[in-house]
């Protein structure tokens, strides 16, 4: 006899209760369903069930066996359903939350080339400096910039290393500079982002090797946009991605400060709540920016 066809037999009449509705669940006879359940106790050398008159429960083995035999059973549905996605067209809306800096260019040029593949996708995309809860917020997938792993709960997969860039307005440094040790910086206010914690302690990694400089705080925001602006517009200096960034350092704009001295880059993840049966709008959109970031 098949025992995979055996295994799905005693599936359903330990969570049946009975040989009789568990028979009917498959389209076959009791009669049957018993000859499956023979097949596995002489397989496995094992009574698998306590039986009376009216119902049948697992033995201690049984319970051991059915726990074991479920999760087998699952995976091998999740891989057929794997499969059977990956040949399926991505459609439908795809919900996710990314730093507030991914607010340029060159991503929006990104996701226009995703449209572009996949269509029929439609993308819900919050902007965020804060870590939402996926599954209670209704969310397929975070991107999510960190310089340590996401919460455990999580399944993550990292795309690609972000850095960021000490910075400030051509004015400012015109006014206040130049600046070529971090000790010029360490009296300056500057724009910090209120996300973090101990934002006014700056990492950085310099020709002598890591360093920490402290400076005042001029403007504190949780919006990488507003911290942008607050840059060109002359309020301090201060450090953001380089992605949200680069066209004012390429114009001159806003000027690299002490470029030996480096803030620490932080990894961007893909992190989403679930590998069960993922759905194409989710895998194929992971799987774009893995290769566009690459």
């Not at 059915?66 to 919900?95: I, M, V, W, Y």
Request: glycine share 6%; aromatic share 8%.
């Amino acid at each position: 006899m098949d025992t995979l066809v055996s295994m799905k037999v005693f599936r359903l009449v330990v969570e049946a209760g009975s040989f009789a509705r568990a028979a009917g669940q498959l389209g076959i006879s009791p009669a049957m369903a018993s000859k499956h359940l023979a097949h596995l106790e002489r397989s496995l050398g094992a009574r698998l069930l306590n039986r009376t008159s009216r119902h049948v429960s697992p033995t201690e083995a049984g319970q051991v066996y059915f726990e074991q035999c479920c999760e087998a059973l699952d995976l091998l549905d999740n891989a057929e359903a794997t499969l059977q996605d990956s040949h399926a067209e991505p459609r439908g809306q795809l919900k996710v939350t990314a730093p507030v800096w991914c607010a340029n260019g060159r991503f929006a040029s990104m996701l226009a080339c995703y449209r572009e593949r996949y269509p029929r996708v439609v993308i819900d995309l919050r902007l965020s400096n804060y870590k939402v809860d996926l599954a209670e917020e209704g969310f397929d997938l975070a991107l999510r910039a960190t310089a340590t792993q996401n919460a455990p709960s999580l399944i993550v997969r990292p795309l690609c290393e972000v850095s960021f860039v000490l910075a400030a307005s051509r004015d400012y440094v015109d006014r206040h500079g130049p600046f070529e040790s971090p000790a010029q910086l360490a009296d300056r206010p500057a724009v910090l982002p209120a996300y973090i914690k101990r934002p006014e302690e700056i990492r950085l990694q310099g020709p002598a090797g890591p360093s920490t400089l402290r400076v005042p705080t001029a403007l504190k925001t949780d919006d990488s946009s507003l911290a942008r602006h607050s840059l060109l517009a002359g309020i301090g200096p201060g450090y953001l991605p380089e992605w949200l960034i680069a066209d004012d350092l390429g114009s001159g704009a806003l000027v690299r400060l002490l470029p030996q001295y480096r803030p620490p880059s932080v990894t961007l993840y893909a992190a989403y709540t679930s590998r069960k049966f993922m759905a194409p709008k989710v895998r194929t959109f992971i799987d774009f920016f893995s290769e566009a970031f690459g």
